[in-house]
């Protein structure tokens, strides 16, 4: 009897360690991603020709990658019924829905920052490192996915969610205007990107009032959060024109 209840804790620490190993893997790989980079930075950011011969469908490549990364890790998330029946599928119904809802976000993010670097002209210092940062806080989407998915009643869990959000939200808005400041002379590009200014504060007052709600009601954040997808689903339709007629 003794040998069993060990072997079932055994095989119970191999499955989270199975499960904490791939979330480490995956941020050892980004950390060493960036570290790559940032090392990339300090070793030519006094040389402008690497940044000036530096396209920005490069860093637009690399991005497409690390968020393609994201998306597998969310989806690895989702369990599968340990029962042969649909009350066992019920029961994954809300690491789906949490699932569903982040991978709208990221796919919201990647195909606005898919318009917004077809705008961009040339790379700089600035634009990679806000760039990084995006995709920081992008990547932490696939631990907090699991955790609320899991825990979708829980205060704490929405609150991470929501803080994370936000962060992503800050974050795609400092890209936005490091690769503004680099088409000070070009009128109709910077009208293009600042269409958005009104989804962006819309947006990040949602976001608040989301968090505020975490503490009365979580499915009341659900809906909030939901509504600010449905607010980016469709980008700008400037920048989109801009960017497929390179007419700048």
């Not at 009350?87 to 796919?107: H, K």
């Not at 920081?136 to 989407?141: D, T």
């Not at 990040?204 to 954040?221: K, P, R």
Request: glycine fraction near 2%; hydrophobic fraction near 50%; include cysteine.
């Amino acid at each position: 009897m003794v040998y069993k209840k060990r072997v079932v804790i055994e095989n119970i620490i191999d499955i989270r360690t199975y499960g904490s190993a791939r979330f480490i893997v995956f941020n050892i790989y980004t950390i060493i991603t960036y570290v790559d980079r940032l090392r990339y930075l300090f070793a030519f950011q006094k040389n402008n020709d690497i940044f000036t011969s530096m396209k920005p469908t490069r860093l637009e490549a690399f991005s497409d990658g690390v968020i393609a990364i994201i998306i597998t890790i969310m989806v690895l998330e989702i369990k599968l019924p340990h029962e042969p029946t649909l009350y066992a599928l019920l029961e994954q119904i809300p690491i789906f829905i949490s699932y569903l809802l982040s991978f709208v976000w990221v796919g919201i993010y990647w195909n606005n920052h898919h318009h917004l670097f077809h705008v961009a002209t040339k790379v700089t210092p600035k634009i990679m490192w806000s760039n990084l940062n995006l995709l920081f806080w992008m990547s932490l989407m696939s631990f907090v996915t699991g955790w609320l998915g899991e825990n979708h009643r829980e205060v704490a869990p929405m609150l991470v969610y929501v803080f994370i959000s936000i962060a992503c939200g800050i974050a795609y808005t400092i890209l936005e205007k490091s690769i503004k400041a680099t088409l000070i002379d070009n009128k109709k590009a910077l009208t293009a990107i600042s269409s958005n200014r009104v989804k962006i504060i819309s947006s990040m007052l949602l976001n608040i009032i989301a968090f505020g709600f975490a503490f009365v009601d979580t499915y009341i954040s659900y809906i909030l959060l939901i509504l600010i997808s449905i607010m980016w689903i469709i980008p700008s339709k400037q920048i989109e024109s801009l960017a497929e007629n390179n007419n700048y």
